[in-house]
């Protein structure tokens, strides 16, 4: 559709051209100006156009280019200012990455002493308790071992020995109450 838009604009100017205006016309022209065509009046008319067309919208059109340029430098430096600040930020954000990476291995380093530590402690103390519980042990076992014997010696004694059964006089008395005090 455009091309043969297009065609027709070029094919229609060419065939008036090429139908001329026949002799009555150009013979006219020719007597009124001593030219047979107006080629060169018409390129005068035509520089005198451009040169006004020119003066008057030269400075306009100078005017809007030379903003759309600053504009666009403008933006362009915004942009790059919006680059290089997030490239600034990249470089701090992986700064505080690589802080924090080293900070968490310190922590885990230190939680694996710490546990350690801990571990150990509990391991003592429970070393120690069981060590008491067991010294505990023997003491109560040793006093249930000279309680049972104690018992078992006045059951021995009461049943079997009776006051009437030791003769004491009163010198053994003596005896015995004077070593018991000395």
Not at 124 to 142: P, S, V
Not at 145 to 155: F, L, Q, T
């Amino acid at each position: 559709m455009k091309k043969m838009a297009l065609m027709s604009l070029l094919i229609v100017p060419a065939i008036l051209i090429a139908s001329g205006h026949g002799d009555a016309e150009s013979s006219r022209y020719f007597a009124q100006t001593g030219r047979e065509t107006d080629f060169w009046p018409r390129v005068v008319n035509f520089t005198i156009f451009m040169a006004i067309a020119y003066y008057l919208l030269a400075s306009p059109i100078k005017n809007f280019f030379k903003e759309r340029r600053e504009g666009i430098a403008s933006q362009l430096e915004e942009i790059e200012a919006k680059l290089q600040a997030a490239k600034n930020e990249k470089k701090e954000a992986q700064t505080r990455l690589n802080t924090s990476e080293k900070k968490a291995a310190e922590i885990i380093a230190d939680a694996k002493k710490e546990a350690t530590l801990l571990s150990e402690k509990i391991a003592i103390a429970n070393q120690n308790e069981l060590e008491l519980l067991a010294k505990q042990l023997q003491e109560k076992m040793t006093l249930d071992e000279r309680k049972s014997v104690r018992e078992a010696i006045d059951e021995v004694l009461s049943e079997n020995i009776t006051a009437d059964d030791i003769h004491l006089d009163d010198t053994k008395v003596v005896d015995i109450i004077s070593k018991k005090v000395a």
